[in-house]
């Protein structure tokens, strides 16, 4: 079945620091989708990337960067030089194709990161 | 980056009152819409999946005549929580997405308090 599972519940930094957030995913599918979510204090979620199961390449926006690999499952992400506005539960999720043709996300249980100043 | 508006951002109503939520994507055409529930510091639920002109599709758990969804149009959802009571109070967030491979675009989500 597919599952998404986020192992760290919470994870509290100190500014500056390079905090890393763990994703492991089972699918049976051989496409298929990956995604970060960040939901701040306010509630809402915001995009930070998507990656298909295809495309294995590394990916760096400024101060995030996202690992995927393939052989375990993993779709990693990074932030560098952790800020306090990056305070915010992380989601991370996959998208599976359902029997009547649209795809859905399966969520993980997300992961609430503290920067402290 | 694209917009999905959501409104309103809160209610707070008695019991028995029934409550619509609607979701609008701003500057694109959603194939298909999605509605969550979000209990506190908890992931995300699904609800139901809509596709535009047709039935929304219910996870299982679901009551569809609890929660009925309208999809009028390519940019235009609805939710409406019928005869609501304190359990369904939650936090209700909508998504929308221009094709199968695209991200979903959230809304800004729908704070329910229903007394």
């Known amino acids: 079945a597919q599952k998404v599972t986020q192992a760290q519940t919470e994870i509290s930094v100190v500014e500056k620091e390079d905090v890393t957030l763990d994703c492991v995913y089972e699918?049976?599918?051989?496409?298929?989708?990956l995604f970060w979510y960040k939901q701040p204090p306010s509630g809402e979620l915001v995009f930070l990337i998507r990656r298909n199961s295809f495309d294995e390449q590394n990916e760096i926006s400024g101060r995030y960067s996202w690992n995927f690999q393939k052989s375990t499952s993993s779709f990693n992400f990074t932030i560098t030089a952790s800020q306090v506005v990056d305070s915010a539960v992380y989601f991370c999720a996959l998208s599976e194709v359902t029997t009547s043709g649209t795809y859905k996300y399966i969520f993980g249980t997300g992961t609430r990161l503290k920067v402290l100043a | 980056g694209a917009v999905v508006s959501q409104h309103p951002s809160r209610v707070i109503c008695k019991s028995g009152t029934s409550v619509k939520i609607e979701c609008r994507s701003l500057?694109?055409?959603?194939?298909?819409m999605f509605w969550y529930r979000q209990f506190p510091k908890k992931s995300l639920m699904l609800m139901a999946t809509s596709n535009e002109g047709s039935k929304a599709t219910y996870e299982q758990g679901v009551e569809k005549d609890k929660f009925l969804i309208n999809h009028a149009s390519l940019t235009l959802s609805t939710l409406t929580v019928t005869s609501a009571h304190p359990e369904d109070s939650s936090f209700y967030i909508c998504?929308?997405?221009?094709?199968?491979?695209?991200?979903?675009?959230f809304g800004d989500g729908t704070r329910l308090s229903i007394l």
């Open positions: 500057d694109f055409q959603a194939t298909t």
């Open positions: 998504s929308a997405q221009r094709a199968y491979n695209q991200p979903q675009h």
């Open positions: 699918t049976r599918d051989t496409t298929y989708y």
